[in-house]
């Protein structure tokens, strides 16, 4: 598989996407449709090792995708980045754990729920896990989770142990509680642990991820591997919300293209008002794009030369991401408040893009407030106080 071919599967779907929204948003999760359309073009293999049938294709290329298709559809795109980018976490994870879950089927999912909101009790040879897990998007489609969870120390001045769990469908139940703003057909609901052992193996530490030490180096040592979980997981959030802005800056460049204002009779292409509008917004847009992709080509570089992506770079590289979705919303902000009275009606994708990208702000990941730290103290020289970059 090239990233051409890749893309070339993305572009064909496009279409049918785009006609699917208002049914996605309906049925509060991706059409059937959708999600075997991604199966069958293998959306999901993008960033998935070699070993289990992937493509171990570039990041910038699973990012493009991503932001090809959010343009058409905001709910599509975010399960394409969420999933596929499942995809990749667990090649981290340790051999066995990527054998359990792909070693009788290739093409098998996981949704993730990583705030650790669960309780955490250490076992004989693992651990046991119960709670409620939000905003597991795709979740009706996969058949395993990872959830996020804080290990009790074993002694007082122990530094904390948050770590991923990986469980069976089987050990959890799917709460339905998805009736949201924006984003409404990612199907995002809650996981439920009544009571489940997790085996160490099926475990990975964020002080792992921070350090490249992941256990998965083991069997899947290529450079896509060496990136850190802390920028190639935030980037693929980012890259739905550039999708989504792109996606409003195509339309509201074809609806004025035939608006015409109804006190004057004047064409609205041609108010200067409406064309700053556009050009502030694809400005900042297509420069939160060409950043993304040219930050990631040069991690690229350096990891497919051997050579670790320095802390300092890291912290920037994170605050980009942050930034483009800062930058993504205030330009869908602006597109929306140009578009006139027409832009609040349901069957105007332009105030869809609104609430998506909304919603997207909304994830944790993506605020720039509380990523602003990362990069700030890199750039005073502090050692960091979070790690997840």
């Not at 030490?213 to 802390?230: M, S, W």
């Not at 602006?334 to 909304?362: C, K, T």
Request: with cysteine; glycine share 8%.
């Amino acid at each position: 598989m090239t990233s051409d071919e890749y893309l070339a599967r993305v572009r064909a779907l496009l279409p049918a996407l785009r006609e699917r929204t208002a049914r996605a948003e309906q049925l509060r999760r991706l059409p059937d449709e959708t999600y075997k359309d991604f199966q069958a073009a293998g959306l999901f293999r993008c960033l998935q090792p070699k070993r289990y049938e992937g493509y171990e294709l570039d990041p910038g290329t699973f990012y493009q995708a991503i932001m090809d298709v959010a343009a058409v559809c905001g709910s599509s795109g975010w399960i394409l980045a969420v999933i596929g980018v499942h995809n990749w976490h667990l090649a981290l994870f340790p051999p066995q754990a990527q054998e359990d879950v792909w070693g009788e089927d290739t093409s098998v999912q996981v949704s993730t729920g990583l705030s650790p909101t669960g309780i955490v009790d250490r076992a004989d040879g693992g651990f046991r896990l119960r709670g409620r897990w939000s905003f597991s998007s795709g979740c009706d489609f996969c058949s395993w989770a990872v959830v996020g969870g804080v290990v009790p120390p074993t002694n007082a001045s122990a530094p904390p142990d948050v770590r991923t769990f990986l469980v069976p469908r089987g050990d959890y139940t799917i709460e339905d509680n998805w009736h949201v703003m924006g984003l409404c057909g990612t199907g995002s609901k809650n996981v439920v642990v009544a009571d489940a052992f997790v085996p160490e193996y099926r475990t990975h530490s964020y002080l792992d991820a921070f350090r490249l030490t992941n256990p998965g180096a083991a069997v899947n040592d290529g450079p896509l591997y060496r990136l850190p979980l802390g920028l190639v997981f935030p980037n693929a959030l980012a890259s739905s919300a550039v999708g989504v802005a792109l996606g409003a800056i195509e339309t509201f460049r074809e609806q004025s293209k035939v608006r015409v204002n109804v006190r004057d009779r004047t064409r609205v292409a041609e108010d200067p008002f409406i064309q700053l509008r556009l050009a502030d917004a694809s400005s900042e847009v297509d420069g939160a794009r060409e950043r993304m992709l040219a930050n990631f080509a040069g991690m690229m570089r350096l990891v497919s030369a051997g050579n670790e992506i320095p802390l300092t770079q890291r912290a920037r590289y994170r605050w980009d991401a942050a930034k483009a979705i800062d930058w993504s919303v205030r330009a869908v902000d602006r597109l929306f408040e140009a578009s006139g009275g027409r832009g609040i009606f349901l069957d105007n994708p332009i105030q869809r893009a609104w609430r998506d990208v909304h919603a997207m702000r909304a994830h944790v990941a993506n605020n720039p407030e509380k990523v602003a730290p990362v990069f700030g103290r890199s750039e005073f020289g502090l050692a960091p106080l979070d790690i997840r970059f």
